[in-house]
């Protein structure tokens, strides 16, 4: 395994005096799916009194920010159009960022489902596109986040599961375009959090030598970025030990207890409690956190 370069400390501030430090110790991104078809939690949070009681409960169990997404991206599932999205989503954000302490990510490849969102309060946007979404103008999604200057996680992603030679290659390759539409719609540096899109794009094998080899992607064009890391419960999970979506919780901890030592710097979860504990103590494992004796 390569030597792996810090990221560098960085804390967000947001207009409603909510804060996020980036680099410093592992955040953990709880999931809030307000969808009726998720594959893993799908109907369980799709009204507003559900998913305001899912926040609350992530966030006592040791999630630093929640990501709220209304389209499955399961495989097989139907795309919204951004109205239908906006439908779903944006009742729900007019209860959950008032309410909720800790800040929302919002995870949308539709630019005008985020624009509506930075403009109702959310702190960061999720891309699973990577601002490479060819349903719209190249820039749309990257302009929303310069205009608003949030931060934006920019998820790798393809069309198909095959690659032409080495996936990490094709890998950086990929966030090397994002970066260019990013930078000349005026995103900095600061604002982009990579994602390397597990499960996307990828069958399981390659999910599996992604992870092995995480600490090639968190460097591109010679500049270090966070990393978000998400294989909460997928498939590739269930396919590598036989275990059904309901019996992946540990396996998943696994996961992204290895990412943390490849430089992970964010993990997005559904079981918050279990792994928020196990991120803490690879925290103090790896020397993200100091241990202090009472």
């Not at 991206?73 to 795309?79: C, F, I, K, L, Q």
């Not at 990929?174 to 005026?186: E, K, T």
């Not at 590598?240 to 396996?251: H, I, N, P, W």
Request: net charge negative.
């Amino acid at each position: 395994m390569n030597m792996i370069k810090p990221c560098p400390v960085h804390t967000y501030h947001f207009p409603d005096g909510k804060t996020l430090t980036v680099g410093k110790q592992t955040l953990v991104m709880g999931i809030l799916n307000v969808t009726p078809d998720s594959f893993s939690d799908g109907g369980k949070f799709d009204t507003v009194d559900a998913a305001l009681a899912h926040m609350n409960e992530m966030v006592a169990a040791g999630a630093d920010l929640i990501d709220v997404g209304a389209e499955s991206t399961r495989p097989g599932s139907a795309a919204l159009t951004d109205d239908e999205e906006q439908a779903r989503l944006l009742p729900m954000l007019e209860a959950l960022l008032p309410a909720c302490p800790v800040p929302i990510s919002v995870d949308t490849y539709h630019s005008a489902t985020a624009r509506i969102a930075a403009r109702m309060g959310a702190h960061i946007l999720n891309d699973i596109w990577g601002l490479q979404y060819d349903g719209e103008p190249e820039g749309s999604m990257a302009r929303v986040a310069a205009e608003t200057g949030l931060p934006v996680i920019v998820m790798h992603n393809q069309h198909g599961k095959a690659y032409d030679g080495d996936v990490i290659a094709a890998m950086q390759a990929f966030f090397q375009r994002s970066l260019a539409i990013a930078h000349d719609a005026g995103v900095k540096d600061a604002q982009i959090i990579l994602d390397p899109g597990i499960g996307f794009g990828k069958d399981t094998q390659t999910n599996l030598v992604v992870q092995q080899r995480l600490d090639e992607l968190l460097v591109v064009n010679g500049v270090r970025y966070p990393m978000l890391f998400a294989a909460s419960r997928k498939r590739f999970i269930g396919d590598t030990l036989g275990l059904s979506t309901d019996e992946r919780m540990e396996a998943t901890g696994a996961a992204h207890v290895v990412a943390i030592t490849r430089g992970a710097d964010m993990v997005r979860v559904h079981d918050v409690l279990p792994i928020a504990r196990m991120c803490r103590m690879t925290d103090f494992l790896v020397g993200r956190r100091t241990y202090a004796p009472a």
